[in-house]
């Protein structure tokens, strides 16, 4: 996402201006260039040759620098950025970015672009606080700005509150955001991911491979595409994606219950889980002991998830279910496609290198409720999330 892209990240002066040299790094690290801007109190904390070693890039800091044409230089760079980056950002550039104020080569900068701004303030809670900072902060937000809120702690000045810079992954993720079309804004989205797990007894359970990682790449995109995002999840290692609600659910049961009561809301639903089709009859209370040689246990049937909210399903809502098979693909699929009343279905093989649990890729054919096919060939769980989003957008528009 950030590859080839052009970032202006604007350093205003704090203490957390230091910050900004890692978030430098880090942009340059995913292929951004980085150009960066400095007022001139923001040089007082940080040196701009600490920008220009980790950008490559020449460091600009006023209007007034006789051996560079700044005139030229800020307005081109204001025509040629993907985004602005204000990090951190003081209650002063707050202020001057929502009244219009242009009196150096920041503000001027910013003043001048039609690029998207992300702003990461950093300041004193009072300051933060202040009934004026925060009206700013709206008016900015209203005009389309991208606030990355500052998180909570003890600040440099001494004071607990809010103002800490936030931290450089969520500095990135708001910048992503910021450069990604928000298509899916105004949509609920509910996604089930990972496996489910079905005690036996209180020591252990019935589960399988799933690690989750295709669940929570489809809610993370999207997320960073605008929706309103509820991750329903079984146990999982992964870390919860930025800017979405998460549940946590360990058996198919429990699963059931957390989708379908709020299933009515969402306008897109889609399930990657790998559900337990069956559960012990029975869980005993205490730890099963060892006697006979050997021992069956009784399964009964859990609730299909997918089944029930295909039933249940509302006018303009979609659903998207997922199948994983060893053989027979597309001829299982095709079926789950039309029991489970799915728009769309999508059709993964373990016996394909580099798909299924566990890997970061994934390959799939994506089947249609009118009976199209697309193959999505190898790529990268998150590309095939865009993709899988992209087309439930696509059936949602055309109203199927
Ligand atoms: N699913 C569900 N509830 C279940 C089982 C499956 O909601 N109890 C959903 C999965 O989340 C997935 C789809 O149904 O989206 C297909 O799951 P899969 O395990 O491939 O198929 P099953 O329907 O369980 O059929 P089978 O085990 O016979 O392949």
Redesign the pocket.
């Known amino acids: 996402m950030l590859r080839g892209k052009t970032v202006a990240l604007c350093v205003t002066g704090g203490i957390a201006a230091y910050k900004a040299a890692d978030l430098t790094s880090k942009l340059r690290g995913a292929g951004a260039d980085v150009r960066v801007l400095m007022t001139e109190s923001a040089t007082q904390f940080i040196s701009p040759i600490t920008f220009e070693t980790l950008s490559g890039n020449r460091a600009v800091v006023d209007t007034f620098d006789r051996d560079f044409a700044w005139e030229v230089e800020h307005i081109s760079l204001a025509k040629a950025a993907d985004v602005f980056v204000i990090a951190p950002a003081t209650a002063n550039i707050i202020a001057k970015a929502a009244h219009g104020i242009a009196d150096d080569m920041v503000s001027t900068t910013l003043l001048a672009t039609r690029a998207p701004v992300v702003v990461a303030p950093a300041m004193n809670t009072g300051m933060y606080d202040n009934p004026v900072t925060q009206q700013n902060l709206e008016t900015l937000r209203e005009r389309g700005f991208h606030i990355v809120e500052p998180a909570s702690g003890r600040l440099a000045c001494g004071d607990e509150g809010r103002g800490k810079l936030a931290d450089t992954a969520a500095l990135l993720c708001g910048i992503e955001a910021a450069l990604t079309a928000q298509d899916l804004a105004g949509l609920n989205v509910l996604v089930?991911a990972g496996p489910?797990r079905e005690a036996l007894d209180p020591v252990r359970f019935l589960s399988n491979h799933s690690t989750g990682k295709m669940g929570y790449a489809i809610a993370a995109r999207a997320a960073m595409r605008g929706a309103r995002v509820t991750l329903v999840s079984g146990p999982t290692a992964l870390e919860t994606p930025k800017g979405i609600c998460r549940v946590d659910v360990v058996s198919?049961c429990e699963?059931?219950d957390a989708?379908v009561s709020r299933a009515e809301q969402q306008d897109i639903i889609?399930?990657?889980?790998?559900?337990?089709?069956y559960r012990p009859a029975e869980t005993a209370s205490e730890k099963l002991k060892k006697r006979a040689d050997d021992m069956a246990v009784s399964l009964v049937?859990?609730?299909?998830?997918?089944?029930?909210?295909g039933r249940k399903k509302r006018v303009g809502q979609l659903l998207?279910?997922?199948?994983?098979?060893t053989q027979n693909l597309l001829a299982?699929?095709e079926e789950?496609l039309r029991?489970?009343n799915?728009d769309m279905?999508?059709a993964n093989s373990l016996r394909e290198p580099g798909a299924g649990f566990a890997h970061d890729t994934n390959a799939a054919t994506l089947l249609f409720a009118d009976g199209r096919r697309e193959t999505a060939p190898l790529m990268r769980k998150d590309e095939l999330a865009d993709l899988i989003l992209s087309r439930l957008l696509a059936l949602l528009r055309s109203g199927r």
Do not use: H, S
């Not at 049937?301 to 909210?309: A, G, H, T, Y």
């Open positions: 089930t489910t198919a699963m059931r989708v889609i399930k990657a889980a790998a559900v337990g089709d049937r859990n609730p299909d998830i997918l089944q029930e909210l998207c279910g997922f199948a994983m098979e299982n699929a789950k029991n489970k799915c279905l999508v």
